[in-house]
């Protein structure tokens, strides 16, 4: 049949051959504190492995497995496996931490590695048998595995141009045998490119084996691996030998599963081998990579990146490796992992003859410019082996003293960075905090997350076969259509309350500035606040206590109709001011806000108070961090000359100073959670204010002077400001001060009750 590579030029599919499918499988062992092995259970955090997708464990208790749902390019699959990465570190003991290296740290007696224990006990079975026929330590040697389907769309295109094949599942099938093939024939290239396990101890060693004396690329990748007996042969010749030969390993009894067959490529898309042949080839499965233990998450996106240019330089290859060449292929390999990684590979003149075809396929389908530097430094690379990741690994074993040093101090930094920003998601860092919370809280509790909008924080949760929508992290299916567009509104939202009962502000509503500014007189001497009548996160208003005059007053007309066609001016309630977040049938955080604030030194402006206070860690903009950063805008310097202030006053030491009259957070305002300390009656009116409004999540915003006092019909002890349909909950997660709350859990708990009670029954039946 005519070449791939002449059918993309012809028909002009180098972009489509450019995508595809992409996952990872990330095997890493938790160790402790002093650099042993973790011996205790899967943690409980994680939910039962038999329904997390994200979060498994491999051969042992002690060995995770992190996996990635399919994406569509590799930046994507880093990004969750970064997400996934942070969810693990994070919910780990403090002192346990994941190993960077494909070689295990100094294991115990063999005795004391569990092997995983899951409710399938054919599961646990099939280790047993894997611990009694390969030996426990070689199973705890660690890797990635990467997953790689061609666009599908591409092989239907390249399908119509060909005529060899009359079949899309024969014509598939060809395409995915030839990828396996010639990747058996070079994988020694990514051996020595990405090799990254040069040494062990004596102990993992079986008795059958002569331990290394010196340095190679990979352990892992060379016999001494963890790879099936030299009695288990399987020929890629075809997909129909490679179907026979694993049934018959099977029925023979050499294998004792089909999945016990080791190859550093499978070929994947069905449950049972001999389906592939009426099914097809669904994806490929490479095998071979060694944790990188300067990746943080075991590969770099741009290593992730190289290995899909290399599968793709396989297919552009005219030539098809046949049996003879795979052999080849083997030996090169073995020769390569076990080399020196100072050493110049033996292949090298190969190696470069591969890359310049990876550069010619790049420059053929204009490709971008980091894809062929990735080629580039490859090329550097076989020039200059000490640059490869074995050749940094073994100079820095050498600086430090051992490899367990090296790795152990690798895996406290990770640690430690995790932690560093521990209510950002990494790889999502750009999506609304909240979202990044409930991403965080699925990931944990095994519930599968789809991005379906990422600038609309629109997400699809899935457990088994029960599926939730959920917008900004908590406008959800609970809630009724309407709820959201009556809380949108503020005259409608005060409207509805007081029909059923409750205190709200007296005020008026104006839909021009004309309109607001010649009801002055209606307005003046009197404490009011002029707020955008649909707008949220305290944008555009302005609070006068004691009255306004008229210029302040028409300014900040100017202001509120700057964010909204209509207006609110409504009496200012004297009092403080809480956010109650309701969910259900009760209220699980209430949060004061104080107004943005600076307190004077004596020393310092106020624009210079403002800028320390910035530099808190915990402060960011557009609610991607707990709290805000503090503006000095045309509101904020209102309200300083309302106190005789301008940015450049030195307030005396002690002096607060308020930068805005609202409280948000979203103005830059600070939060203390006072759940505990809140009279109950309050909290009671807040559930019915919320189901008033037929809401299931909402964030009811009150005025409140004496929080001690009960309210009661007589005396309500409160006024309503505002009820918000999308309550940010980061704030009450990380506030400023007092007790975070978690309330992105209480959302999950709410739209999947299922698995708080799985949860509880698999407790019982651990303990």
């Not at 709290?627 to 202030?645: D, H, N, P, S, V």
Request: with cysteine; aromatic share 10%.
């Amino acid at each position: 049949m005519t070449q791939l590579s002449e059918l993309l030029k012809k028909a002009a599919l180098g972009p489509a051959f450019n995508e595809g499918k992409f996952g990872i499988e990330k095997e890493g062992l938790r160790v402790t504190e002093s650099g042993k092995l973790a011996l205790t259970p899967h943690p409980t955090i994680f939910g039962n492995r038999s329904y997390n997708p994200y979060i498994q464990t491999d051969f042992s208790e002690s060995q995770l497995e992190l996996v990635t749902a399919p994406t569509e390019s590799t930046q994507t699959m880093n990004r969750w496996l970064m997400a996934i990465h942070d969810v693990v570190e994070r919910s780990l003991p403090l002192n346990e931490y994941i190993w960077p290296m494909s070689m295990p740290i100094g294991l115990p007696a063999e005795r004391d590695i569990q092997v995983a224990q899951f409710d399938d006990l054919t599961a646990v079975a099939y280790r047993e048998h894997l611990a009694e026929k390969y030996g426990k330590k070689k199973q705890m040697v660690c890797g990635i595995h990467y997953n790689y389907e061609i666009n599908e769309k591409l092989l239907i295109a390249l399908f119509q141009q060909q005529t060899a094949f009359t079949s899309l599942i024969e014509f598939k099938s060809h395409v995915y045998m030839k990828l396996a093939k010639n990747f058996l024939r070079y994988r020694w290239l990514l051996t020595y490119l990405l090799g990254a396990s040069p040494v062990a101890t004596d102990d993992f060693y079986t008795d059958k084996e002569q331990p290394l004396n010196t340095y190679v690329r990979s352990i892992r990748s060379s016999h001494y691996g963890y790879v099936n007996s030299e009695d288990v042969k399987v020929s890629f010749e075809s997909l129909e030998t490679y179907i026979s030969d694993i049934q018959q390993l099977v029925a023979t009894g050499v294998l004792s599963e089909e999945k016990e067959f080791y190859s550093p490529v499978r070929i994947r898309g069905t449950k049972e081998v001999k389906e592939l042949a009426s099914k097809g080839i669904q994806y490929l499965e490479f095998r071979i990579f060694d944790l990188n233990p300067y990746a943080a998450f075991g590969m770099t996106e741009k290593d992730m990146e190289f290995v899909h240019l290399f599968l793709m330089t396989l297919l552009w290859l005219d030539e098809t490796a046949t049996v003879s060449d795979i052999e080849k292929g083997k030996k090169y390999n073995e020769a390569t992992a076990l080399a020196h990684p100072y050493e110049f590979s033996a292949y090298q003149a190969e190696g470069l003859a591969l890359v310049e075809k990876m550069q010619e396929m790049v420059e053929a389908l204009s490709l971008s410019t980091e894809q062929a530097a990735l080629v580039e430094e490859a090329k550097r690379q076989l020039l200059e082996p000490k640059e490869t990741i074995a050749g940094r690994l073994v100079t820095d074993i050498e600086k430090q003293g051992s490899y367990q040093k090296v790795g152990l101090a690798l895996a406290k930094q990770y640690k430690a960075e995790a932690l560093e920003k521990s209510y950002n998601l990494r790889g999502f860092e750009g999506m609304e905090l909240s979202t990044q919370l409930l991403m965080f809280d699925s990931i944990q509790k095994g519930i599968e997350v789809e991005i379906l909008d990422e600038s609309e924080q629109f997400l699809k949760l899935t457990h088994e076969d029960h599926i939730e929508y959920v917008k900004n992290a908590n406008m959800t299916s609970k809630d009724q259509y309407i709820a959201p567009l009556i809380m949108e509104n503020k005259v409608v939202t005060k409207k509805v309350l007081e029909s059923a009962g409750f205190h709200v502000p007296a005020g008026a509503e104006y839909e021009t500035p004309e309109e607001a500014k010649f009801d002055y007189w209606n307005h003046q001497d009197k404490g009011i606040v002029i707020k955008p009548k649909s707008t949220n996160y305290g944008l555009g208003i302005s609070i006068f206590k004691d009255g306004a005059s008229k210029e302040d007053y028409e300014l900040a007309v100017d202001i509120a109709f700057k964010e909204d066609r209509a207006i609110l001016v409504e009496e200012f309630i004297d009092g403080t001011e809480y956010r109650f977040f309701v969910l259900g049938n009760e209220t699980r955080a209430i949060m004061l806000r104080m107004p943005a604030n600076v307190v004077g030194d004596g020393e310092r402006t106020i624009q210079e108070l403002v800028a320390i206070k910035n530099q808190d860690p915990l402060r960011g903009t557009h609610h991607r961090s707990p709290l805000e950063l503090i503006q000095l805008g045309e509101i904020e310097q209102l309200m300083l000359k309302e106190q005789g202030f301008t940015i450049d006053s030195i307030p005396a030491t002690g002096t607060i100073v308020y930068l805005r009259e609202n409280s948000n957070i979203s103005t830059g305002g600070d939060s203390f959670d006072l759940t505990d300390e809140m009279d109950e009656s309050y909290k009671k009116a807040a559930v019915e204010m919320t189901k008033a409004l037929g809401a299931t999540i909402s964030g009811v915003d009150l005025i409140i002077p004496d929080r001690s006092q009960p309210s009661t019909p007589e005396n309500p002890g409160y006024a309503v400001i505002e009820a918000n349909f999308n309550p940010a909950m980061h704030m009450h997660t990380y506030p400023y001060q007092g007790k975070g709350r978690r309330l992105t859990r209480d959302v999950l708990d709410l739209l999947f009750p299922e698995l708080e009670i799985r949860k509880k029954k698999d407790t019982e039946a651990y303990l």
